[in-house]
């Protein structure tokens, strides 16, 4: 069993809708990050979470550490938004990330 | 302030050689991070550093080495190259060892042919 679970693996969405990517960890952590990666690029980090909500522009993240489970959500989805979406999670004792396997977004304008 | 750089960007190797990747953490950030990404799935952590001491290591074989330098920046080595090595190779940097925040280089793609 993986440390990190992401649901869903892809997602398919019409231009403006809103969307909601999922992340299951089972580990203690410090801190919990959702990263995005386009096509062929590295990865940017977007949020960086150990407690409560972040919101930068359109993206909004959640963190619930007891249930550990955290929510990233896109509102007015963008064709430009299309990417792998990817949890991970620092662990407790700190020296390591464990990713979940992404979210592949593709936004049809 | 620059980000964390990678370098090269892309690398085409042949099986059997040997190759350095690089990587130059954020100003200030004494922690080093490399990790695999084969293509289709999630990144795979390799090595942490911190202060130019070994903090971790991930399931890798010993052909997979690292060091890191007075100035922290950090140099990846793979020996004996083989076509599974063919991945995307990330360095993620953080100011301490334990990475509650972690900035991510773009990467090294390294095919090996």
């Known amino acids: 069993k993986n440390e990190v679970e992401q649901s869903p693996q892809n997602l398919t969405a019409q231009e403006g809708e809103f969307i909601t990517i999922n992340c299951s960890y089972s580990v203690g952590i410090s801190a919990l990050h959702w990263l995005q990666q386009h096509p062929g690029g590295g990865i940017v980090s977007l949020f960086m979470l150990s407690s409560g909500k972040k919101k930068h522009g359109r993206l909004i993240a959640t963190i619930n550490i007891q249930e550990k489970h955290s929510s990233l959500h896109i509102t007015a989805s963008h064709p430009r938004d299309s990417a792998v979406y990817i949890c991970?999670?620092?662990?407790?004792?700190?020296?390591?990330?464990?990713f979940g396997t992404g979210t592949s977004l593709t936004v049809i304008p | 302030d620059a980000g964390v750089t990678q370098s090269p960007t892309h690398l085409i190797k042949t099986r059997g050689q040997h190759v350095t990747l690089r990587c130059s953490p954020i100003s200030g950030h004494k922690s080093v991070s490399w990790y695999q990404q084969v293509l289709g799935q999630g990144p795979q952590f390799i090595f942490q550093?911190?202060?130019?001491?070994?903090?971790g290591r991930g399931n890798f074989p010993d052909r997979f080495s690292a060091r890191q330098f007075p100035n922290y920046s950090s140099e990846l080595n793979v020996n004996a190259l083989l076509l599974g090595d063919s991945a995307l190779y990330l360095c993620a940097s953080s100011l301490e060892a334990v990475l509650t925040e972690a900035f991510f280089g773009q990467g090294t793609r390294l095919t090996v042919v």
């Open positions: 550093y911190y202060e130019k001491e070994e903090r």
């Open positions: 991970a999670v620092s662990s407790y004792t700190g020296n390591q990330f464990y």
